[in-house]
C-alpha cells in the first residue's frame, strides 16, 4: 500500500474515533460503548499512522 493511502486511510480511523469519542461525550448521552469505543478506534488510527511512518 501506499504511504500516502496508509496515511489517508490513518488519519480517516482517526477521525472517525474521534466522532464516536464526541457521540458518546455528548450530555444527552450517557453511552459508554460509544466512549470506550472512540478511545479504541482513535489508537488503532494513530498506531496505523505510527506505522506508516515508520514504514517508509
Avoid at 480511523?13 to 469519542?21: E, I, P
Avoid at 470506550?36 to 478506534?41: E, K, N, T, V
Amino acid at each position: 500500500m501506499s504511504s500516502t493511502l496508509c496515511i489517508l486511510l490513518s488519519t480517516a480511523t482517526m477521525a472517525g474515533g474521534c466522532l464516536a469519542l464526541y457521540v458518546g461525550t455528548r450530555e444527552t448521552s450517557d453511552n459508554m460503548a460509544a466512549k470506550i469505543g472512540g478511545i479504541f478506534i482513535t489508537v488503532i488510527g494513530i498506531l496505523g499512522l505510527i506505522a506508516c511512518i515508520s514504514g517508509e
